[in-house]
């Protein structure tokens, strides 16, 4: 984004105050300049710190509760001010990385961003389209899920249609695409968990 702004998670972090550091455990982090931080470092930050919150509507997504499961217990905006050490990437991260760099060459911007979003989980959007998802309660169309798995296997079974379909290197076939694209789009719950069901279907066709 132009002003160099993006999401950030942060595993381990601590605020000083007064000369004293705080541990904080997770939190969920805004800002500008994040947009050219790498995996690994560390991050120096003013920021506006608030608990993780739902939103209002009845049924919505339960965000506080899916961030607390993962040790996330705040979220913050503010400015990035410094930034040490240097960034460690899988060689999946760092294909994804080259794959939403060419969305971003091909696309205009906001298409780019959403693209890079859906396709490979990676990329960031705009913070006010992003917060009218949220309080909308559909932040969850702008993740990667198992719409999207249903259409990569989908896809390899049309690639793989010369293979008999009950044969064992049709499924291994499947079964290594599902995980490559599990990795690609960064592995999250939801998409490991339909890349196994979707590899699990493909087993029971196997005889």
């Known amino acids: 984004m132009e002003d160099g702004g993006a999401y950030l998670l942060l595993r381990e972090a601590s605020f000083l105050a007064d000369g004293q550091a705080y541990d904080l455990g997770g939190v969920q982090l805004w800002a500008e300049g994040a947009a050219y931080v790498a995996k690994g470092q560390?991050?120096?930050?003013e920021i506006t710190l608030s608990p993780v919150t739902n939103s209002p509507n009845p049924g919505a997504f339960?965000?506080?509760r899916y961030w607390f499961t993962r040790g996330v217990r705040y979220e913050a905006d503010g400015q990035v001010v410094g930034v040490r050490g240097q960034a460690?990437?899988?060689p999946f991260e760092r294909l994804r990385a080259h794959l939403l760099d060419r969305v971003e060459a091909?696309?205009?911007e906001e298409e780019a961003q959403m693209l890079g979003l859906l396709l490979l989980g990676g990329g960031d959007v705009d913070p006010e389209l992003r917060a009218?998802?949220?309080?909308?309660?559909a932040a969850h169309v702008l993740a990667v899920s198992g719409l999207h798995v249903g259409f990569v296997a989908a896809l390899l079974s049309l690639l793989l249609w010369p293979l008999p379909r009950a044969s064992l290197g049709r499924l291994l076939c499947l079964a290594a695409g599902l995980l490559g694209y599990c990795l690609l789009a960064g592995a999250s719950a939801s998409t490991q968990r339909a890349s196994l069901?979707?590899?699990a279907v493909a087993a029971a066709r196997w005889r």
């Open 88 to 90: 460690s990437y899988t």
């Open 132 to 137: 009218s998802y949220q309080a909308s309660g």
């Open 106 to 108: 091909l696309w205009p």
């Open 62 to 64: 339960d965000a506080r």
């Open 42 to 45: 560390e991050v120096w930050a």
């Open 197 to 199: 069901m979707a590899a």
